[in-house]
Each structure stands twice: as C-alpha cells, then as structure tokens.
C-alpha cells in the first residue's frame, strides 16, 4: 500500500543550525502538508503546498521556515536557525484531492530534538 | 478558530468491551472529519473519514458518527482487543487544514 515516507526518523541538533525535513508523499498525490507536534500537545498545522507554492501557512510558519519540492518526489521543511522550541515531531502528510474532499495521508514522523 | 476537544482524556477498558470516543469541535462549518490512530512515537494512520453530508462510516469493528449541526462525533469501538491500544485522534476541516484534538488514549486489558 503506498505510504508517505519522511527522513531522518530523529534528528538532534544545535540551537542555531539549520535542518532539513524531507518527506517523499504518495505518488499521485496532489496536496502537501507539514503538521509538528510538540510533546503532549495537539498535532498543529505549519503550511499546505500545492501546484509549487505555498497555499496556506500558520503563524507558527514564520521567516525562520521554508518548504521546497525540488523535483517529482521529495517535500522537504527547512528551519533555518533553530531554537529550543523548535524540537517536536514534525509530520508530512500528502492528499489526493483538495483536503475538503479526501483522505489525508500521514507519515511516521520526523522527531527533531533541538539541544 | 476551530477549536476541537476530545472527551476523556484517557479510558482503560478489559478486552472485549465495547466503547465510545467522543470529539466535539467548535465550528460547524466543516468539509469533513476524521479519526487517526496514534502509536507512541509514531506517526498518524487513518481510520475514517465522513463528509459533511454524511451521518457515519464504517470500517470493521469501527463505526463513526458525524451530527455537524451540534459539533459532535463519536468512535464506537466494537469488541475491543489490547491490539487497540492506541491514542485516537479526531481532526475537522474547514478545506484549508486540519484542527487536531488532543485525543484519547486508550488501553485495552488483556
């Protein structure tokens, strides 16, 4: 059955580094979408992309972060300096049609421990 | 905004009993909702997903109800097993994003 797959499984880093998230969503899928939850907390929304550009973004999403999908397969989130409160896991998801419509689909995660 | 609460927190149940997961959620002006089930450490799975205009969706010993009108859902659980142990997370849209509850963990005694 197909998946969404995301690298690394856990990532520790400095506060300060650069990281990146890669994500490769479902093949035929259309929509895309990083989610982070912070320990014990509610799984929130960052951003949605589609067609090449960002469609939606939270305010969590702020200049610190950026999403790329540099060819067919791969989604990836940067976070450009980090900070402590960065560290959650962070989660892609990936829809065939436009959320409203249809299933999203998640991955296992990507857990990022910012030191 | 959106704001989803899940009702309990956390339910321990012996094997085989029958059990209801309730989601309430602020805004009714939802395109769908859907229930995951969460691993510790683990990513998302879906379990179901009803549409606005429909009233539940059933998948094997899980069935989901959806009343849009009064902000409510629930996820009856049919002859449960310890396998079931899980967090279950219900999560609506309003076409632009999902709004997550905190969900319901829930341990099923063998």
């Known amino acids: 059955e197909p998946e969404v797959t995301q690298t690394p499984s856990h990532q520790v880093t400095q506060m300060g580094q650069e990281v990146i998230l890669r994500c490769v969503p479902i093949?035929?899928?259309?929509?895309f979408y990083w989610y982070r939850q912070i320990l014990g907390q509610k799984v929130e929304f960052l951003v949605s992309?589609?067609?090449?550009?960002?469609?939606?973004k939270s305010e969590i999403f702020d200049d610190q972060f950026s999403v790329e999908r540099p060819d067919g397969s791969n989604f990836t989130l940067k976070i450009r300096s980090t900070k402590l409160e960065d560290s959650a896991m962070y989660f892609c998801?990936?829809?065939?049609?436009?959320?409203?419509?249809?299933?999203?689909?998640f991955g296992e995660g990507s857990r990022l421990t910012v030191l | 905004k959106q704001e989803v609460t899940q009702i309990p927190a956390a339910l321990s149940v012996p094997e085989g009993e029958n059990l209801v997961l309730n989601c309430s959620f602020t805004?009714?002006?939802?395109?769908?909702l859907q229930w995951f089930r969460q691993d510790p450490g683990k990513g998302l799975t879906s379990l179901l997903l009803?549409?606005?205009?429909?009233r539940e969706q059933t998948s094997g010993r899980l069935n989901a109800s959806l009343d849009k009108s009064s902000g409510r859902s629930t996820l009856y659980i049919a002859a449960s097993q310890p396998g079931d142990s899980a967090t279950y997370l219900c999560?609506?849209?309003?076409?632009?994003?999902?709004?997550f509850g905190t969900g319901t963990s829930l341990t099923v005694i063998p």
């Open positions: 998801a990936s829809g065939l049609t436009l959320l409203g419509a249809g299933e999203l689909f």
């Open positions: 093949s035929n899928h259309l929509y």
């Open positions: 992309f589609y067609n090449n550009e960002i469609s939606e």
């Open positions: 805004d009714s002006a939802i395109y769908n």
């Open positions: 009803i549409q606005s205009s429909q």
């Open positions: 999560a609506v849209t309003n076409g632009n994003q999902f709004y």
